[in-house]
C-alpha cells in the first residue's frame, strides 16, 4: 500500500507530463528516426542517439527524454523488417526472428509474419511497461540479490539453450557452440590481459570479434549469398492480399505465449550485466519448449515470431531498471542514452541511485514514453508492412548489391578498420559453411554471445567463493547455492533434458539431404584442427595467468570430445546419415551460379577496397555487378550505381561516419567521401 | 567526414592543406574554423568516463571556437585506448579540425612501457587539462571497525575489490591499499568501475573507490541510505605540487594523512613515491585535449583561448561542478606544466611499479 501512496501521484504526474502535444511530437519525430536507422541491419540505437546527442545540451529535459527514448523503443520494432524479409538479423535484439520469420517471407507470407512480429513487440512493449511501473519501486533489492553466482547461472541457462537449437545432430550443434564460445575469446582475457589466438602485430585481433559482425556475418551472409546463387526473388509467390489482418489473428490466438515472453523479456533485461543479446533466443527456447507440435519451427511457424518479439520489446523496459536505478547500461545504447540524460536542462536529472527517491516522475515518464513510443512505432510499421513487404518479390540480384553495401556499411561502424570488412568476409564464409554442413548457427551465435559473460562470471565467481570459503565453509556455501543460484540450476537442468530430447524435431534450419562423405568429413576436420589449435593457444598461457587460460581450455577440451565423437560416428554411419548433411547436394539443381564465382564478386569489392578505399570500390562492383551479373544495360547500370553511392554518403554524412581508406588514400589526400 | 563541410566549399579553387592555409591567411583573419567540422578522437567507447567528459565541452568548444565549427565526438575504442591514441600519432596537423583527448588509462600504458604503445606524447600540443580525485569507501560494518580500532582493526581482513586491470588507473588504489598494508584481492575483469560499484552494492566487494564524478552521484546516495561510508580521498596537488585534501571533499581525509596516521603505513621510501608518481600521472590532469603534431602556434592559441574561455564563464562553475566535479581545468602554460608531470615519472617510480605488477600481479609487459 505504501508503494502505492508513492507511485500514484509521481505516476499521474508523470502523465500530465508527457501527454502534451509538444512532448508527443518530439516523441514522434524519434520514433521516425529511429525507425528509419532501425531498418537498416546492424544499424540501431547507438548509431541512432550518437546523432542525437549533439542536440541533448541543455535543450529541455522532457524534450529531450521523448526525442531520445523515441528512437530506442522502436529500433527492435523496425529491425524487424530486415529479419524477416532478408534473413539478416536488423539487431542483436531478432536474430531468432529470422529462424522463422525468413521461411515466412519465403512462402510469401512476410506481410503476416511482420504484423505478427509488430503485435507482438507492442504488446511486450505495453506489458513491460505496466510491469515496471509497479516493480520498479520494489527492484532494487531484487537486483541487487543477483549476484555472481545468479549471473553465471542465468548465462548457463542460456547457453542451455543450444540444447534446443542444436539440430538434428545434438554432438554438431554442441561444438557449433563450442566453438562460437572459442571464437568469443580470441583476443586480450578480461581478468588478466593474456592474448589468446592474437598477437600485438595483429591489433584488430586483440580486442576480439564484435557482435555486430559476427551476427551480419553468420546469418546476412550465407543467406544473401545463397539467394543471389538461386538468382530469383525471396518469394517467387505473390505477397498474400491482407495478410496483415491475419498476423494480428496469429498474434491474438499465441496471445499467452505472448505474455510469457514478456515477462521473460522484462526479467533478462532487469539483470545487468548480461544485456539483451540472449533474451530473443531464451524466448525462442520457450516458444519451441511449450508447443504441441513442433514440427514447423524453423521452416515457418509464427510462434517463432511472437515468442522473441514479445520478448525484445519487453526487454528494453526491463533494461531501464538497472541503467536508471542503478547507473549501469545495460546496453550499448543504453549508456549513451545516460550521458544524453545528463547534458539535458542544467543536468538536474542524474540517472542512478537518486533517480527513484528524487525524480520518481522522470522515472515513470522515461517508462511511459517508452510505452507510447512502442504504439507509434508498431502503427507506423504495421501501415508500412505491406508494401515493404513487396522488396521480397524484386529479383534478388537487384537487391543483393545493395544489402551488402549497408551490412559493410554497418560492419565497418564496429572498428573502423578494414580489418571489419574482412573478419565480415572470413567469418562470413564461416557461415556459409555451417549453413551447407547444416550445424546449428543459432547454437554457435548463442556460444559466442555469451562467451564473454560465461568466463568473466565463471573467474569471478570463482575467486569471490574462494575468499568466502576462506572466511568459514558456511559462508562459503551460502554465496554459491543462494536459493536463486538452485531454482536456476533446476530450470537449466529440465531445459536441457527437454531439449535434448526434442532436439531431434527441431529443425531450425529446415530440412537438409546428405550428400557425399568427404566434404562434410573435410568441414569437420577444419573445424577439429581450429579447436586443437585454439586449445593449444590457451594451454600455453602461464600459471600467473591461469584466470585467462581455464575457460577456452575446458571449452576447447569439450569441443575436441565432440570432434572425436563425430569422427568416430562418421566412420560409422552410412552416408545417408543426417550427420552427413550438405546443402550443396540439395541444392545443385535450384543454384544458378557457383558458389566461388558468388563469393568472388564480394571478395573482389573487399581487394578494391583495400586498394582503392570504400566509395570507389563500391563504384566499380556496383557498376560490373548489375551489368554482368544482373545482365542489367549500362545505362541502369550507372544509375542504380550513382542511387546507391549517393544513398550510402547521405547516411554518412547524417550519421557523421567515414568509410574505410585504401592504399591509395595513403598516397593520396582526397576529398570526402573519398578519404 | 570533418573534411566532407571544408571540401565542399574550398574544392572548386584548391584542395591541398597548403591552399587551404594560404586561403585562411589570405582573408588577414588568423585562425577561423566558419563551416568547418572539428573530430574529437576520444580513444574509449560512447559510454565510459571520457565520453562524459568530452560530450560536456564539445557543445561549449563548438560555441567557444572561431567560426563556430561544429565539433563532433567520435569515438575510437580499442586496446585499452592505445588504438585510438596510435592513429592520433600517425596524424599530421592539417586544418586543425582534429583534436585528441586522452586519458589516465591512454597516460598509465605510456608510462609502463607497455609494447602497444607507438605513441609519443611530447610530439603532441596540449590545449586543455582537466583534474578529478577519486574516492575509497567501505561498507558500514568495516567503516565502524576502522572507527574503532584504526587502520589496524582491517588488517586482517580478506578484502575483495572488483578492479579493471593492473595496468589500468586502478594501479593507484591497489597500490593505496598494498601501502595501508590491507590483505586485498582484485577481482579482475570487471568492464567499468560502475560495475565495481554494483558488486560493493551487493556486498561482495567490501572496498572500493570511484573518481569524483561518480562518486557523486553513485556513491553518496549509498551513503546517505548507510551502506557505504567514506574513508578518504586520493586528494589533489596544490599550485607548489603538494598533497593537500581534495577541494572537492574538502571534509575527507586525505590518502596522505590516512597513511600518515596508521603504523602500517609509510609516507616515504620507493613504493610511497611510486603513488605519488603515479597518482601525479593519472588524477590531477586526467583528462588532456590535444591538437597533432605539426601544428601551428596560432592553432594552439585558438584552442587554448576558446577552451580558456569556457572555463571562465559565469556559469561554469554551475554547469561543471555535477559533470566534472571542482578541479582545475588547466589551458597554456598550466596545462604544459601538468602535461609534463602526468607523463614524466622518475625511473625509480616506473622500476618500482613494473616490478611490483611482476611480482604481485604477474603481469610482465614487454
Known amino acids: 500500500m505504501e508503494l502505492f501512496a508513492t507511485a500514484m501521484p509521481a505516476l499521474g504526474d508523470a502523465f500530465g507530463m508527457i501527454l502534451n502535444p509538444v512532448v508527443l511530437g518530439y516523441l514522434v519525430l524519434g520514433v521516425v528516426m529511429g525507425l528509419c536507422i532501425g531498418v537498416f541491419p546492424g544499424l540501431g540505437g547507438i548509431a541512432g542517439l550518437s546523432l542525437l546527442l549533439p542536440f541533448m545540451y541543455g535543450m529541455e529535459p522532457l524534450l529531450g527524454l521523448a526525442l531520445m527514448v523515441g528512437m530506442v523503443a522502436v529500433v527492435p520494432t523496425s529491425d524487424t523488417f530486415a529479419s524477416v524479409l532478408m534473413g539478416i538479423p536488423g539487431s542483436s535484439a531478432s536474430q531468432a526472428t529470422v529462424l522463422d520469420g525468413f521461411p515466412l517471407a519465403k512462402k510469401g507470407q512476410a506481410a503476416r509474419a511482420l504484423s505478427a512480429a509488430f503485435s507482438s513487440s507492442l504488446f511486450g512493449g505495453l506489458l513491460g511497461a505496466t510491469f515496471l511501473t509497479f516493480f520498479i519501486l520494489a527492484a532494487r533489492p531484487i537486483v541487487l540479490a543477483f549476484q555472481t553466482p545468479e549471473l553465471l547461472m542465468v548465462t548457463i541457462f542460456g547457453l542451455s539453450m543450444v540444447g534446443i537449437l542444436a539440430g538434428r545432430v545434438a554432438i554438431k550443434g554442441i561444438v557449433a557452440a563450442c566453438l562460437g564460445l572459442l571464437i568469443g575469446t580470441i583476443g586480450e582475457g578480461a581478468a588478466s590481459g593474456e592474448l589468446r589466438m592474437a598477437s600485438y602485430d595483429l591489433p584488430y585481433l586483440v580486442d576480439g570479434f564484435k557482435l555486430v559482425i559476427v551476427g551480419l556475418a553468420i546469418f546476412a551472409v550465407p543467406e544473401i549469398i545463397a539467394l543471389l546463387r538461386q538468382d530469383k526473388a525471396i518469394s517467387d509467390r505473390q505477397v498474400l492480399g491482407g495478410g496483415w489482418l491475419t498476423g494480428v489473428k496469429d498474434w491474438w490466438a499465441n496471445i499467452w505465449l505472448s505474455v510469457r515472453c514478456s515477462l521473460i523479456g522484462v526479467a533478462v533485461g532487469v539483470i545487468p550485466g548480461l544485456g539483451g543479446s540472449v533474451v530473443d533466443w531464451i524466448a525462442y527456447g520457450h516458444a519451441v519448449q511449450t508447443s504441441k507440435d513442433k514440427s514447423q519451427f524453423g521452416s515457418g511457424d509464427i510462434r517463432g515470431i511472437v515468442g522473441p518479439e514479445s520478448s525484445n520489446n519487453a526487454k528494453e523496459g526491463g533494461g531501464l531498471v538497472p541503467t536508471l536505478l542503478f547507473g549501469i547500461p545495460g546496453s550499448g545504447s543504453m549508456a549513451i542514452f545516460i550521458s544524453g540524460v545528463a547534458l539535458l536542462g542544467t543536468g538536474q536529472i542524474e540517472v542512478g541511485p537518486s533517480m527513484i527517491n528524487n525524480n520518481l516522475n522522470f522515472t515513470y515518464a522515461i517508462v511511459w514514453l517508452l510505452a507510447l513510443a512502442n504504439v507509434v512505432g508498431t502503427l507506423i510499421c504495421i501501415a508500412a508492412a505491406g508494401g515493404i513487404a513487396r522488396l521480397t518479390n524484386i529479383r534478388f540480384a537487384l537487391l543483393a548489391p545493395f544489402l551488402f553495401m549497408i551490412i559493410a556499411f554497418a560492419a565497418f561502424q564496429s572498428r573502423q578498420s578494414i580489418w571489419d570488412l574482412v573478419a565480415l568476409f572470413g567469418i562470413g564464409l564461416l557461415g556459409i559453411l555451417l549453413r551447407r554442413f547444416d550445424w546449428s548457427r543459432p547454437a554457435f551465435l548463442i556460444g559466442f554471445v555469451l562467451s564473454a559473460p560465461a568466463e568473466r562470471y565463471t573467474n569471478q565467481a570463482y575467486q569471490i567463493a574462494s575468499s568466502r570459503f576462506r572466511r568459514s565453509f558456511e559462508e562459503g556455501l551460502d554465496y554459491i547455492f543462494s536459493p536463486i543460484v538452485i531454482v536456476l540450476v533446476i530450470i537449466t537442468l529440465l531445459s536441457v533434458i527437454l531439449g535434448l530430447r526434442q532436439a531431434k524435431n527441431i529443425q531450425a534450419e529446415g530440412d537438409v539431404n546428405s550428400g557425399g562423405k568427404r566434404a562434410p568429413l573435410l568441414f569437420l576436420l577444419a573445424i577439429t584442427a581450429y579447436i586443437a589449435i585454439a586449445y593449444t593457444d590457451a594451454s600455453m598461457i602461464p600459471d600467473y595467468a591461469r584466470t585467462d587460460r581455464v575457460f577456452p581450455v575446458f571449452v576447447g577440451t569439450l569441443g575436441l570430445i565432440g570432434c572425436a565423437l563425430l569422427l568416430l560416428k562418421m566412420r560409422l554411419k552410412p552416408e545417408t546419415d543426417p550427420l552427413f548433411a550438405d546443402r550443396e547436394v540439395e541444392d545443385s539443381e535450384s543454384n544458378a551460379y557457383g558458389l566461388w564465382a558468388t563469393l568472388a564478386w564480394f571478395g573482389g569489392l573487399l581487394l578494391l577496397t583495400a586498394l582503392l578505399g570504400f566509395i570507389l570500390a563500391l563504384a566499380v562492383f556496383l557498376l560490373l555487378f548489375i551489368r554482368y551479373r544482373a545482365g542489367k544495360s549500362w545505362g541502369f547500370a550507372t544509375l542504380y550505381t550513382a542511387a546507391g553511392i549517393a544513398f550510402i554518403c547521405g547516411m554518412a554524412a547524417t550519421l557523421n561516419r567515414d568509410f574505410p581508406p585504401g592504399l591509395l588514400q595513403s598516397y593520396l589526400d582526397l576529398p570526402w567521401p573519398l578519404t | ?366
Open chain 2, 1 to 366: 567526414m570533418n573534411k566532407y563541410f571544408k571540401h565542399s566549399a574550398v574544392l572548386l579553387t584548391t584542395v591541398s592543406a597548403i591552399g587551404l592555409a594560404s586561403h585562411a591567411l589570405a582573408d588577414g583573419d588568423g585562425f577561423d574554423l566558419s563551416g568547418e567540422t572539428v573530430e574529437w578522437i576520444i580513444p574509449f567507447s560512447e559510454t565510459g568516463g571520457s565520453a562524459r567528459w568530452a560530450n560536456f565541452y564539445a557543445p561549449l568548444l563548438s560555441e567557444a571556437l572561431p567560426g563556430n565549427p561544429t565539433v563532433v565526438v567520435t569515438f575510437m575504442p580499442g586496446a585499452g585506448s592505445t588504438r585510438g591514441a596510435n592513429h592520433f600519432q600517425g596524424l599530421e596537423y592539417e586544418d586543425g579540425t582534429t583534436i585528441f583527448g586522452s586519458s589516465g588509462s591512454t597516460q598509465f600504458p605510456f608510462l609502463l612501457n607497455d609494447p602497444r604503445v607507438r605513441y609519443e606524447y611530447s610530439d603532441w600540443n596540449v590545449v586543455l587539462a582537466s583534474g578529478t580525485g577519486g574516492v575509497a569507501y567501505l561498507p558500514a560494518d568495516l567503516a565502524a571497525q576502522l572507527e574503532a580500532g584504526g587502520v589496524d582493526a582491517l588488517l586482517e581482513e580478506n578484502f575483495i575489490y572488483g578492479s579493471q586491470g593492473a595496468t589500468r588507473l586502478d594501479l593507484v588504489p591497489l597500490l593505496a591499499w598494498e601501502l595501508l598494508g590491507l590483505n586485498v584481492e582484485p577481482v579482475f575483469g570487471i568492464e567499468g568501475r560502475g560495475d565495481g560499484r554494483l558488486m560493493f552494492e551487493r556486498g561482495e566487494a567490501n572496498i572500493d573507490y570511484q573518481t569524483s564524478s561518480s562518486y557523486l552521484s553513485g556513491v553518496v546516495p549509498l551513503v546517505e541510505a548507510g551502506t557505504a561510508v567514506p574513508w578518504f580521498s586520493f586528494g589533489a596537488l596544490d599550485a607548489d605540487g603538494n598533497l593537500v585534501r581534495d577541494p572537492t571533499f574538502p571534509d575527507m581525509p586525505s590518502f596522505a594523512e590516512v597513511c600518515e596516521a596508521a603504523p602500517s603505513c609509510e609516507t616515504s621510501g620507493p613504493a610511497w613515491d611510486a603513488w605519488v608518481a603515479f597518482f601525479t600521472a593519472g588524477f590531477p590532469a586526467q583528462k588532456m585535449v590535444f591538437l597533432p603534431a605539426g601544428a601551428p602556434q596560432e592553432a594552439i592559441d585558438a584552442y587554448s583561448a576558446a577552451f580558456r574561455a569556457i572555463t571562465e564563464r559565469d556559469d561554469f562553475a554551475e554547469i561543471s561542478e555535477a559533470r566534472l566535479g571542482v578541479y582545475p581545468q588547466l589551458t597554456g602554460d598550466a596545462a604544459q606544466v601538468a602535461l609534463e608531470s602526468a607523463t614524466n615519472v622518475p625511473e625509480e617510480a616506473q622500476t618500482y611499479v613494473i616490478e611490483w605488477l611482476a611480482d604481485r600481479y604477474g603481469v610482465v609487459l614487454q
